[in-house]
């Protein structure tokens, strides 16, 4: 048995790309590695080694097609050539036309790449329907912009470092004295709130999102005593006093970051996400500074559960930890799974594993696409990438098959055409157009 309408709905209907970065700007198109949009690996792992995974042998079919290369052409370097020799705004009209994404969140705070790339109103031009930004929260403790984002530009300013500001200028002159201690938290503390609840009335804001899984861990501890406190300021004053740099990565302040930005987000209704989650949060398939066994969505119970007003969003499936992120999901009503990145990392029988592990669970009005379009891997090429690896897998549609082949066992009844649809519906468009409160109808005549 065959959903003609299933299939036709997967491949032509609007999607709501829920976490993204900026697109690099022409200048800076060869910034990074090509090799960047199939794997997180970095120097030579990644421009030696990632080109012969399965998910380049793939990404090289299928971006060859899209420009017309011919068969029997060499692979990699003639995608690589053709894609130098193509006029920038026609390679990115090229890759973004077929995607049918109405509408993209931005994450703007990617570090070393932000002023290499495009501002959020730029990528108007190839959606229907404004992009938003998610602030990236610990590079809002990092670097404050010079003038508001409520701005109608809605272009980047140049940065100016909080903390840097709040530093002497002589880094040899610093106290680390108990005073100088609780005058820099204290000053941070009302600086950074300020800043949320800036971007949090901003209608241009759809959510927060948090690296803290990354720095360091998701096992957020509940408020510090004050010498923990003091003790984390003192090594941030040490590490700037001895580098001139600043890097957030003190578990008492990350944490702190974080449960300051949970309050926020949900006094506002802006979801968050860690990344991995609006408070999306980056979780799971991270480069080689992520330590996996603090990556898993279970030690965020307590947090979640702390927290119970802010939307929290999953990112990346979680992998490898996608049962676990739908556990939560399934439990916890403010908990939602985003299904992005595993396009094009995995091999395609690994996404669709992904896929079935996360329906297994989780409500499917809680699942959310994203094609983690990335600034530092080489542009517009993601959203083709992912769109495609998203709707066709050799004839299997991807996010749809593990549901088509529930659907089409009618002896077990699982699960209805209609039913199958209207998953599709949900995680392409309507579930991120509820969560992030976007308030758009879905332009069905964009593919």
């Known amino acids: 048995m065959y959903y003609r309408q299933l299939a036709d709905i997967t491949l032509t209907y609007p999607a709501i790309d829920n976490h993204a970065h900026p697109i690099l700007t022409e200048k800076n198109r060869n910034a990074f590695p090509l090799e960047g949009i199939i794997s997180e690996a970095t120097d030579d792992a990644l421009t030696l080694d990632a080109p012969y995974t399965l998910a380049s042998y793939r990404a090289t079919a299928q971006l ?16 690589k050539n ?71 530009i809605f272009d980047h300013p140049r940065p100016k470092n909080i903390l840097r500001n709040m530093l002497e200028r002589d880094p040899t002159q610093i106290s680390t004295s108990v005073v100088s201690v609780v005058d820099v938290f204290e000053t941070l503390s009302d600086r950074f709130r300020a800043i949320i609840v800036d971007c949090a009335r901003d209608d241009n804001v759809a959510g927060f999102k948090s690296v803290v899984c990354y720095r360091t861990g998701l096992d957020i501890a509940p408020p510090a005593t004050f010498e923990e406190m003091e003790g984390a300021i003192r090594a941030l ?21 974080v449960r300051t930005v949970l309050e926020i987000a949900g006094q506002y209704r802006k979801p968050g996400r860690f990344q991995q989650p609006p408070f999306p949060g980056h979780l799971g398939l991270g480069d080689n500074d992520i330590r996996l066994v603090k990556t898993s969505p279970a030690h965020m119970q307590p947090i979640i559960e702390a927290y119970p007003e802010t939307p929290i969003i999953l990112l990346h499936s979680s992998y490898p930890f996608t049962r676990d992120a739908g556990y939560l999901t399934a439990v916890y009503k403010n908990v939602y799974l985003d299904f992005g990145e595993i396009f094009p990392f995995l091999s395609g029988e690994g996404q ?52 088509y082949k ?28 509820r969560i992030y409160n976007l308030g758009l109808e879905p332009n069905t005549r964009l593919v």
């Open 64 to 79: 060859s097609k899209l420009f017309g290369l011919k068969d029997g052409e060499p692979g990699w370097e003639a995608l």
């Open 352 to 403: 669709r594993e992904v896929i079935r592990q996360m329906l297994d669970l989780a409500p499917t009005n809680k699942i959310l696409w994203s094609s983690m379009i990335m600034s530092s891997r080489a542009c517009s090429e993601t959203s083709a990438h992912v769109t495609q690896q998203l709707t066709d897998t050799g004839g299997q549609n991807l996010i749809i098959w593990p549901v």
């Open 237 to 257: 004053l040490l590490q700037y006093k001895t580098t001139e740099s600043v890097r957030l990565q003190h578990k008492v302040l990350n944490d702190f970051l």
């Open 82 to 152: 053709k894609r130098d020799n193509t006029v920038y705004l026609d390679l990115c009209e090229l890759c973004f036309k077929p995607t049918g994404i109405q509408c993209i969140l931005l994450d703007d705070g990617l570090g070393n790449v932000a002023e290499l790339a495009e501002s959020i109103n730029w990528h108007n031009q190839f959606t229907t329907s404004p992009c938003k930004r998610i602030v990236r929260i610990e590079h809002e403790a990092e670097v404050r912009y010079s003038i508001p984002f409520r701005t109608p």
């Open 406 to 433: 529930r659907a089409r066992r009618s002896t077990r009844e699982e699960l209805t055409e209609h039913q199958a649809i209207e998953i599709v519906k949900n995680a392409l468009f309507h579930n991120a157009n």
